[in-house]
């Protein structure tokens, strides 16, 4: 890409540029350094040969802790309060009127499985947005209900909203 052949030096010759632009983009303050991520050092040989041992690790889902960052949380808590938003559109509801529904109620818990499933952002959060009473009541009802289930009592335009987002 860069006119580097594909040798040890070469491939030093990237890893110097790469390393170079990292430095320049984070001075920059530029959102999220990309170009850190997801390099390796080798021979297209070894990629082949590595790249399918890796992929089940690749796959595997990381815990919510993984990305701590503060663009990656700040990014989340945008991606969530879009989720919050346009979930409340789908489910006819608005803010006023979460204050008085259930803790429990369907459409509550369907959205907070939704956001909880696309961020990270914690049950605290979800709680005050959904007006859930508590974390801890977040995180039980979370486990006790099953989608499936609480998708009979959500309307057809919520249940897509969410097929659209998975």
């Given at each position: 890409m860069f006119g580097f052949a594909d040798t040890v030096f070469g491939r030093r010759k990237m890893l110097e540029r790469l390393k170079?632009?990292?430095?320049?983009?984070?001075?920059?303050?530029?959102?999220?350094?990309?170009?850190?991520?997801?390099?390796?050092?080798?021979?297209k040989e070894f990629s082949e040969k590595i790249l399918p041992q890796a992929e089940h690790i690749l796959k595997?889902?990381?815990?919510?802790?993984?990305?701590?960052?503060?663009e990656y949380k700040s990014h989340n808590l945008q991606q969530a309060q879009l989720l919050f938003d346009e979930g409340l559109k789908k489910s006819k509801l608005t803010q006023q009127a979460l204050l008085h529904l259930s803790?429990?109620?369907?459409?509550?818990?369907?959205?907070?499985?939704?956001?909880?499933?696309?961020?990270?952002?914690s049950n605290s959060w979800l709680a005050e947005h959904l007006k859930m009473k508590s974390a801890a009541?977040?995180?039980r009802l979370l486990k006790k209900y099953d989608v499936k289930k609480l998708t009979e009592h959500l309307l057809s335009d919520l249940i897509n909203y969410a097929k659209i987002e998975n």
């Open positions: 170079q632009r990292a430095v320049e983009e984070k001075k920059n303050n530029q959102q999220d350094n990309q170009l850190t991520k997801s390099w390796y050092l080798g021979t595997k889902q990381r815990s919510r802790a993984y990305n701590s960052s503060t803790g429990s109620d369907p459409r509550k818990v369907f959205l907070a499985m939704l956001i909880r499933k696309k961020t990270t952002v009541n977040v995180s």
